[in-house]
């Protein structure tokens, strides 16, 4: 199998996808965090800015939620620093969640008492007395504000979250993992989060679902074992990674055919041809035409699979290295 | 506006708390209803004693007068003596004609007389009543003695045949296991299981400082204290005006005896509080706080056997809750109060402190 050529991705705190003109809503500096002898995040540096939304992706325990909850002061830092609207995180931790809508990736409610109430609880203690916005949330999320908090399932339970991080209309919402809704609620949502950024808010929010991440994000940046890899527009990403044509010939076919400029990998799997292809794609699908054809597939090459060959490299870097 | 988190706790808890001040109320309203029957069983109601008169001299060798109502078919009476009212192992004190005896009190013990009506030969002697040279005896006086208690009473002379001292002994002595061991649970729980059922994200993504957390806790702790401390008041008010004993205590008694409970059981509050903090286990935190509770009980009884252990007496927050002070001697120590009301305000700027700087955990 031949090897992917490098697209550039920096391994570094890669700082390429950002313009430096931009006002900041999250500014991260050198920022770790140690439990015990434990990494939790090292030595990270992200910013975001006003009215975008960020992506934080990485696998369970990268340091996702260690981030996100050092910015909200719910958790000491031990090095590094953190602003945000321009507030240190946490010496002015109040005066930051006052600009901040927060979804927790676990979180409780309080038991016994109808969603209804504990939302209005929740927007009384930040100070907010208009329910406008949390009754047309609940109702784009068809979240039943009648119901018990100990009645809900685990999907209603996150409309819950979602609704008390957006209703107060905050100019940050911050949201660690805000995916298990049905597919129809998660499109909802992700309209509901677009509408937020037109209105001016900016949203950082932590995934393991790339998906999600392509769906609504302006730009991404990965964090993996506590450090950060890259930076990036998801567009820039999307157009470096190219296009996947995976083509199945009736006959034999030499791979050689298939080198263009711009075709970055070329494999052959079980008689299948799998191209990589960022541009000359004309050219490409003539030489597919020369051959008779039992089925063909063209795909945007998906996050996800970069994000898995990104980690299968370095695996096998390290375990070079070692 | 502060407030709304301490009300909140009101309101999810006010079944529990409901259920638990109805309790207090039986509690506190039922004991001093059982007195008069408690005293009555001290008092021994013997058969017939209303037909048997017994007078007994004011000093020790002096003369008994025994008498008792004659019996129309009687030819003859007969004394049976005993140190038991079962009367198992009598001695014949006098056999006559007489109704009326005279004798040297020449024992100290207390004795019992039966006085029977004889018939006629055929017939069983029929019992005319029985008496006792002592009217009851209070089974505590001689515990009363034991350092532990005396350390306890402040070697106050107190007696279980006065309402006072039912009370202070049977309701007050044991009061404080039902109410501070429910403030400890309640304290420790309304904290931990804020971690544990992981509510701290989202309590602290509104803009609600640690500080301002802690206190509303601890507000809604003294809150719920000062409602179970007027639920006893009542309680016991209304049990104690049942049997008409109310007019027995001074005006207010019963109000600032309990009332000086208060600090005590926020003291409780402040350290649930604390080790909650400190733990952020519910279990944990429940076992430290009753811990804490029972040690300083135990320091205050330990503190009462000798003059060298008295320290231990002082470090006790039991020391300074003396209702024995208020409802036996009518002096209600405020300065005690206080020392219980800053030792609780100490113990929650401490809690504020350790939280500040502690992670919330996921």
Not at chain 1, 83 to 104: C, E, M, N, W
Request: glycine share 8%; net charge negative; charged share 25%.
């Amino acid at each position: 199998m031949q090897k992917y050529e490098n697209y550039g991705i920096s391994e570094n705190t890669g700082r390429r996808g950002e313009a430096t003109n931009q006002e900041k809503a999250i500014e991260i500096n050198n920022l770790t965090k140690m439990y015990g002898n434990h990494v939790g995040v090292k030595d990270l540096s992200l910013t975001v800015h006003k009215g975008e939304i960020m992506g934080f992706l990485g696998p369970n325990g990268a340091g996702k939620t260690t981030t996100i909850r050092c910015c909200l002061a719910l958790i000491a830092k031990t090095a590094g620093e953190i602003t945000i609207f321009g507030l240190d995180s946490h010496r002015d931790a109040v005066a930051i969640r006052k600009k901040t809508g927060y979804l927790p990736g676990d979180f409780g409610l309080i038991p016994s008492v109808k969603v209804r109430s504990y939302l209005k609880y929740l927007l009384s203690l930040n100070g907010c007395s208009s329910t406008k916005k949390m009754l047309s949330l609940a109702e784009r999320l068809q979240l039943d504000l009648d119901r018990k908090t100990n009645e809900l399932s685990k999907g209603n339970k996150l409309k819950v979250g979602i609704v008390q991080s957006l209703m107060t209309d905050e100019d940050l919402i911050i949201m660690d993992e805000p995916s298990g809704l049905d597919p129809l609620m998660q499109q909802e949502f992700y309209r509901i989060l677009r509408q937020e950024k037109k209105h001016g808010k900016t949203v950082f929010m932590s995934s393991h679902n790339l998906a999600e991440v392509e769906s609504v994000c302006d730009r991404v940046a990965i964090i993996r074992k506590g450090q950060l890899v890259v930076v990036e527009d998801i567009q820039v990403l999307q157009e470096k990674t190219g296009k996947v044509l995976e083509v199945e010939f009736r006959d034999p076919f030499n791979i050689n055919e298939f080198k263009f400029d711009g075709v970055s990998s070329i494999r052959q799997d079980n008689g299948r041809l799998i191209l990589t292809i960022h541009e000359n794609l004309d050219n490409v699908i003539k030489a597919v035409s020369n051959h008779q054809i039992l089925n063909m597939n063209l795909k945007t090459y998906s996050l996800e699979q970069l994000f898995l060959k990104y980690y299968a490299e370095e695996e096998v870097d390290e375990r070079g290295d070692a | 506006m502060f407030g709304r988190i301490a009300f909140m706790e009101l309101r999810t808890g006010w079944k529990g708390l409901l259920i638990f001040g109805l309790l207090v109320l039986i509690v506190s309203a039922g004991i001093p209803m059982i007195f008069p029957t408690y005293r009555d069983s001290l008092i021994e109601e013997m058969e017939g004693a209303s037909k048997v008169h017994l007078e007994l001299p004011d000093e020790q060798g002096g003369m008994i007068t025994l008498s008792w109502e004659p019996l129309e078919t009687a030819t003859s009476y007969m004394v049976l003596e005993d140190n038991r009212s079962s009367m198992v192992t009598p001695n014949i004190k006098y056999m006559g004609n007489e109704t009326s005896i005279t004798f040297e009190k020449d024992f100290e013990e207390k004795r019992y007389y039966a006085v029977m009506a004889v018939l006629d030969e055929t017939s069983d002697p029929v019992l005319i009543g029985i008496t006792a040279t002592e009217k009851g005896e209070d089974p505590f006086q001689e515990l009363l003695k034991n350092p532990a208690y005396a350390g306890f009473t402040g070697g106050r002379n107190i007696s279980m045949l006065e309402v006072k001292g039912f009370v202070a002994l049977e309701y007050y002595g044991w009061a404080w296991m039902l109410t501070g061991l429910f403030i400890a649970y309640l304290s420790v729980s309304l904290i931990a299981s804020d971690f544990e059922n992981k509510r701290m994200d989202v309590m602290f993504s509104a803009p609600i400082s640690r500080r301002r957390y802690l206190l509303e806790k601890f507000t809604a702790m003294s809150v719920i204290a000062l409602f179970i401390v007027l639920v006893q008041i009542a309680g016991l008010t209304s049990g104690l005006a049942s049997i008409n004993a109310l007019n027995e205590f001074s005006a207010n008694a019963v109000l600032l005896s309990l009332i000086g409970s208060l600090p005590f059981l926020m003291v409780i509050a402040a350290v649930g509080i604390a080790t909650a903090i400190f733990s952020q286990k519910v279990r944990t935190g429940m076992g430290i706080t009753f811990a804490f509770v029972f040690a300083e009980f135990f320091l205050y009884t330990f503190g009462g056997f000798s003059k060298s252990l008295e320290w231990m007496k002082t470090i006790s927050i039991f020391k300074y809750w003396d209702y024995f002070s208020v409802i036996i001697d009518d002096l209600f120590k405020t300065g005690d109060f206080l020392i219980l009301t800053l030792l609780a305000i100490v113990l929650i700027i401490a809690a504020i402190r350790v939280f500040q700087k502690k992670d919330i955990p996921t």
